[in-house]
């Protein structure tokens, strides 16, 4: 019981973020696009990762809502979010002072900030898909 209690907690933590994170920047698309524009990495095609990023957000979203799609919501998250904290640590290794495009409060971060945001909520992605898996290890032996 306990367990399902976390499991769920982890999920919801996940979804208001993806919700909260995709929401602001297709609130503010043109500030998102403007912004990555001045990646080095993204420039190429800024409004492409601009509007696939939020929708990005907000499908694992949808998926860790859903009970059947959960355990592929968890790994979704989790490797959106790695790859977003590699970006980051490039970032912070490359010596470049661009700014945060994540959106409101998360804006506010220093990019060490991020990455210890972002790495904590990767082990809570984890944790769930850990979680996800004794579940159904679980219910199969009931069965």
């Not at 019981?1 to 503010?28: A, P, Q, R, S, W």
């Not at 993204?42 to 409004?47: E, F, H, M, V, Y």
């Not at 945060?100 to 972002?118: D, K, Q, Y």
């Amino acid at each position: 019981m306990k367990g399902k209690l976390i499991f769920e907690l982890i999920c919801g933590l996940l979804i208001v973020l993806f919700v909260y994170t995709g929401l602001n920047k297709f609130t503010d698309h043109s500030f998102f696009s403007s912004q990555l524009s001045l990646y080095p990495l993204l420039k190429a095609a800024p409004n492409f990762f601009s509007l696939l990023i939020p929708a990005a957000e907000l499908f694992i979203s949808v998926l860790l809502f859903l009970p059947p799609t959960r355990a592929m919501g968890l790994i979704a998250s989790s490797g959106i979010l790695i790859v977003f904290t590699a970006y980051l640590c490039f970032m912070t290794l490359s010596g470049k002072n661009l700014p945060c495009s994540c959106g409101g409060v998360l804006t506010s971060m220093t990019w060490g900030e991020h990455i210890v945001f972002n790495s904590a909520f990767i082990m809570l992605g984890i944790a769930g898909i850990f979680l996800s898996r004794k579940f159904k290890a679980h219910v199969a032996e009931k069965e």
